[in-house]
């Protein structure tokens, strides 16, 4: 028997890509909850593909992988990050964030394939729906409830991977080629919107866009900010820009006029009661999902 107090407490790494940052948040619920019982780390998918940070799963006991829901399927870069993964008998677990419970966002078939291709065995996969960050701006008080949910859904994941408990999302075909369709479009296409941004002459030059893009597809000559072709659609030069300078051409219905999750997480007057048992329409299944 291991006397009490010199049991040696697990580790878990934590890789996740983030555009605007929902998944950076759930990174960091997981990573608290983590800490309570174990030893944890959280790094960046971008700094391992651009050499920020040293690869190195082998430290861990458990690895997990993050990302945003994009066209039913991971983002493009997750699945480079996945490729640099070193081979590896590993536990680990997937975590995604999405604008709406719908189909689970998507199947993760494919992450999870490409995981156990490098030896790493996939035990448990979470959905923590977040605030939609194109296309419809939610009600603040529908974020704050989204955000509150999934503290507790980031507690309950970190016990149960914890503990070993065993929970993999099952994908139907149909899922799996819808998303195999959709995100290959996605692929295809992101680079174009990319291409399609502007920035206006209200831009400071202050680079912020240059620092945070993920790909280093910005770039920055003599005085003009210019879009190169690796562009993975993650939207944060857009809503990170602290003059609003950075706007899309052609897919101007794609961009929210204001995207601050954040801020509204921190503003005690917001009240998370937007949705409840009789809600009705297309919100319903946002309280099945929080109740689940």
């Known amino acids: 028997m291991v006397p009490i107090g010199t049991m040696t407490k697990k580790s ?10 929902n998944t950076e948040i759930v990174a960091h619920l997981l990573a608290k909850e983590f800490e309570k019982s174990a030893r944890v780390n959280v790094v960046k998918i971008e700094d391992v593909l651009k050499g920020v940070v040293r690869l190195k799963p082998e430290e861990y006991d458990i690895v997990g992988v993050g ?18 993964l070193p081979h590896g008998d590993k536990k680990a677990f997937l975590f995604k964030t999405s604008g709406d419970p719908f189909m689970r966002g998507g199947p993760t078939t494919m992450v999870r394939s490409r995981l156990c291709q490098k030896g790493y065995t996939v035990f448990y996969e979470g959905l923590l729906v977040m605030p939609s ?17 999934a503290v507790k859904k980031a507690a309950k994941m970190a016990e149960d991977i914890l503990s070993g408990t065993v929970k993999i999302q099952k994908d139907d075909i149909l899922s799996q080629v819808l998303a195999y369709f959709f995100s290959g479009l996605e692929w295809m296409g992101a680079p174009f919107i990319g291409k399609d941004l502007r920035v206006s002459p209200s831009c400071n030059l202050c680079n912020e866009c240059v620092r945070n893009c993920p790909t280093n597809t910005i770039v920055r000559k003599d005085d003009t900010i210019t879009f190169g072709w690796g562009c993975v659609a993650c939207m944060r030069c857009i809503y990170n820009c602290p003059v609003n300078a950075i706007k899309p051409r052609l897919y101007k219905f794609f961009v929210l006029k204001e995207y601050n999750v954040q801020k509204i997480i921190d503003d005690p007057t917001i009240k998370g009661d937007y949705v409840s048992k009789d809600t009705k329409g297309y919100f319903k299944r946002f309280y099945d999902y929080m109740i689940e």
């Not at 990302?67 to 640099?84: D, G, S």
């Open 67 to 84: 990302y945003p829901v994009h066209a039913l399927n991971a983002p493009k870069i997750v699945f480079e990050f996945v490729k640099q």
């Open 133 to 149: 960050n194109v296309l419809v701006k939610y009600d603040d008080t529908l974020v704050k409830q989204l955000y509150n949910t």
């Open 12 to 21: 878990v790494g934590i890789y996740y890509f983030s555009g605007t940052g």
